[in-house]
C-alpha cells in the first residue's frame, strides 16, 4: 500500500513467482524468461 501511495504500480503476488510467469511477466537472473516489463511508471 505504501509503495501504491507513493505513485508506484504494484501487483499483489497471490499465487506466488509461479503465478508471475504464468501471466507472462518478466523474470531476471538464472533461469529468466523473456515476457511483459514491468515498469516504475513515474
Known sequence: MK???HGFQV???LGGLD???R???ATE???S????EITCGC
Not at 524468461?33 to 511483459?36: N, R, W
Open 33 to 36: 524468461q523473456a515476457g511483459t
Open 3 to 5: 509503495l501504491l501511495a
Open 23 to 25: 501471466d507472462g511477466y
Open 11 to 13: 501487483r499483489e503476488l
Open 29 to 31: 537472473g538464472e533461469g
Open 19 to 21: 503465478w508471475w510467469k
